[in-house]
């Protein structure tokens, strides 16, 4: 990789956490670590002094957090983005260990923006959430009392990424693969998604009344495959082909349908 790793280029993102004093921990937390990019999703209670008074002498990360509404907003403009989760889900995911999440986060930062992503005290991440990220990271701990608390999980994520730069100021980060194009944005594989979904409707493949997992599916494997910009772009291409072709095709059997006398009311 060409350019230099750097904690700027890594975010952690808390989703509408309930404790604002949670809040002030995890920012605490990060800066011991040398991080300092925090984002709120649809914070509860918060500001708050709890959460500065968590933070001690953190609350320079507080105040530069970044609000928004949802994870979408949050994630959009990064390339990698990993969903943190307590428990194993239904549909697993591409998986790392926080070791190698330290690793690969580290390494990316020399090229573009990271979000990991931490759920609700109560509940975690929904599906739909953990299914806007490429990877997602279980903490190994025990099986019969696997949660940690919010600010301790970020601790031990945040801990792993400067390991890792540890580790690579000896020389000794693993080697992840140069590539020549980006991979895409988490925001233009949204746009992807709805796109995709739209045509596959649109060809009667997916019932919008039962969509079962279909997309879930497709979503994991572009999570897996990870497409880079150029990859994306030309997906994209074939998707508007395929729209453009149906679109023709109807106005062309419209039209011969027009000229044999038929009409759409069944009229003679
Ligand atoms: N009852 C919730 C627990 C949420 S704990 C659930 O079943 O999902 C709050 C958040 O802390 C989680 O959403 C996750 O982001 C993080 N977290 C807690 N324990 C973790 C673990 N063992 N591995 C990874 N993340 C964990």
């Known amino acids: 990789m060409s350019k230099q790793p750097t904690f700027d280029n890594i975010r952690i993102v808390l989703v509408n956490t309930s404790h604002p004093g949670n809040v002030g921990a995890a920012a605490r937390a990060m800066k011991n670590m040398g991080l300092s990019r ?5 914070p509860q209670d918060y500001p708050s002094p709890k959460a500065v008074w968590r933070a001690a002498n953190a609350s320079d990360v507080l105040d530069k957090a970044v609000v928004v509404e949802t994870l979408a907003d949050a994630v959009g403009d990064c390339a990698m983005v990993v969903g943190t989760s307590a428990r194993e889900r239904r549909i697993p995911w591409p ?37 806007q990220c490429h990877f997602h990271v ?9 949660a940690l608390n919010i600010s301790a999980a970020v601790q031990v994520i945040c801990y792993e990424i400067r390991m890792a730069y540890l580790t690579a100021k000896e020389g000794k980060l693993p080697h992840f693969d ?7 944005k988490q925001q233009d594989l949204e746009y992807y998604f709805s796109h995709l979904q739209d045509t596959l409707e649109t060809l009667g493949f997916l ?29 994209r291409g074939v998707l ?26 069944g009229e003679s």
């Open 207 to 235: 019932d919008p009344e039962n969509p079962r997992q279909t997309m879930t599916r497709l979503r994991r494997l572009y999570a897996r495959i990870r497409p880079d910009e150029m990859e994306l772009s030309i997906l």
């Open 178 to 184: 140069d590539w020549d194009q980006p991979p895409a």
């Open 240 to 265: 508007t082909a395929t729209q453009n072709y149906i679109f023709h095709t109807d106005n062309r059997i419209r039209d011969l349908k027009g000229e044999s006398g038929e009409s759409s009311h």
């Open 95 to 131: 998986l790392l260990t926080p070791r190698e999440c330290g690793e690969r986060s580290w390494a990316e930062s020399a090229e573009h923006e990271i979000a990991i992503v931490f759920g609700r005290e109560d509940r975690g991440l929904t599906n739909e959430e953990l299914q």
């Open 138 to 146: 279980h903490i190994p701990s025990n099986p019969d009392y696997s």
């Open 38 to 42: 925090l984002y709120l999703v649809e």
